[in-house]
């Protein structure tokens, strides 16, 4: 609702007052209406920051100015939906840091951010120096190398697959969090396993031997927010040299399928956290029989997509709209485990349909969206 409707809105209200009705509801209702809407919702309020300064905001109730972005800039990363903007004009040149904290969203999505250059509003002069989309909702960071003095940037912040979130945004000399994993998450594979112990093995390259230490860190794709599981201080002989290997285990607490990092800690002057690995596994029954077909699982119908393209599945119950699972992935027709999820869950939930929507960014061409309703099988056919 935009500023014009306000005005309407509490002069109605205002008229219903005089005559003793209403009153109550004036006192809730125009709190509720300002609040519906951040102020930067359009470029030109776009909120200035400074340096260090941390502030706090939402998507909801933005929208979208079409005459502003221009998605054939950044239509393999984003499709706006309830974007906002901020600008950052920087005092020095040199190397700046986006943090993205604190976030609070309905789906667990999260944000997207596109930074970019150019006159505001007018697409033709963007230029776009990073376009994140998070599909967590994680701390983290976006680096920004050679930023000028005295030169304007532009900031956009869009709610992920039209999610409604609250964050924190700061542009800092310094990193805080980890930093970000670019949509989609890039795994080289999904590793299956019938056991609950996984081994996870990485090197420290030289150039971060100053490291104090690697954090350990989990997710399953159902999960918000990743939980570093174990810090690693980095060990030294009696010469102060760094050892460069490790090797920890973990026991998966149940089955799914779970990403795994390693980022290192930032040292007092040391350069930011970097991530060193990177792993997904896949824990359930249908890893100790290869080759046959799991019955606690449905297999959606990715293979009609092209090879790798960017597929963004978002599973709902169509009773509640609750979300029950979101997923990236690169499509790979020919592996068919890339397109089971696991349904007993929801078998036991009482749950008998599911709704489906599958945003596809092909290597070629703009990114569309399938909607589908489907039924899950009897619960009996999985035990």
């Not at 201080?233 to 290997?245: C, I, L, S, W």
């Amino acid at each position: 609702m935009r500023s014009d409707g306000l005005v309407f809105c509490v002069a109605c209200c205002l008229q219903q007052v005089k005559h003793g009705l209403f009153g109550a509801l004036l006192l809730f209702l125009i709190p509720a209406v300002a609040s519906a809407q951040v102020t930067n919702d359009d470029i030109e309020n776009r909120r200035l920051l400074r340096t260090e300064e941390t502030i706090t905001s939402t998507t909801t109730g933005c929208t979208v100015q079409r005459s502003c972005v221009d998605e054939r800039l950044t239509g393999k990363c984003i499709e706006y939906h309830n974007d906002q903007w901020f600008e950052f004009t920087p005092a020095a040149s040199g190397r700046y840091f986006i943090n993205i904290g604190g976030q609070k969203c309905r789906d667990v999505r999260g944000v997207q951010l596109v930074v970019l250059t150019g006159k505001p509003c007018q697409p033709a002069t963007y230029r776009v120096l990073s376009c994140t989309s998070l599909g967590t909702q994680d701390d983290v960071f976006v680096t920004l190398d050679s930023l000028q003095a005295g030169k304007p940037y532009l900031l956009d912040v869009d709610g992920y697959l039209k999610d409604f979130c609250q964050f924190s945004l700061q542009v800092s000399r310094r990193a805080v969090g980890m930093p970000v994993s670019y949509f989609p998450p890039s795994p080289t594979r999904v590793l299956p396993t019938a056991s609950h112990t996984v081994e996870l093995s990485w090197t420290i390259p030289d150039s971060l031997a100053m490291a104090p230490a690697c954090r350990v860190m989990r997710r399953e794709v159902h999960q918000y927010r990743s939980t570093e599981i174990r810090l690693v201080p980095v060990r030294r002989d009696t010469y102060g040299q760094p050892e460069m290997n490790y090797t920890v285990t973990d026991t998966l607490p149940e089955p799914g399928t779970y990403d795994y990092q390693v980022v290192t800690t930032k040292a007092d002057a040391g350069p930011a956290p970097v991530r060193l690995r990177q792993w997904w596994y896949a824990y359930g029954p249908a890893a100790t029989l290869p080759g046959t077909a799991d019955r606690t699982v449905l297999e959606l119908p990715l293979r009609k997509y092209p090879g790798n393209a960017r597929l963004s599945v978002v599973i709902t119950n169509p009773a509640s709209g609750r979300v029950l699972l979101a997923r990236q992935l690169v499509n790979q027709p020919a592996n068919r485990r890339q397109a089971e999820v696991p349904v007993r869950k929801w078998q036991e939930a009482g749950i008998e349909k599911i709704a489906v929507e599958i945003t596809c960014h092909p290597p070629r061409g703009h990114f569309f969206t399938d909607k589908l309703l489907l039924a899950l099988p009897p619960q009996a056919a999985l035990r």
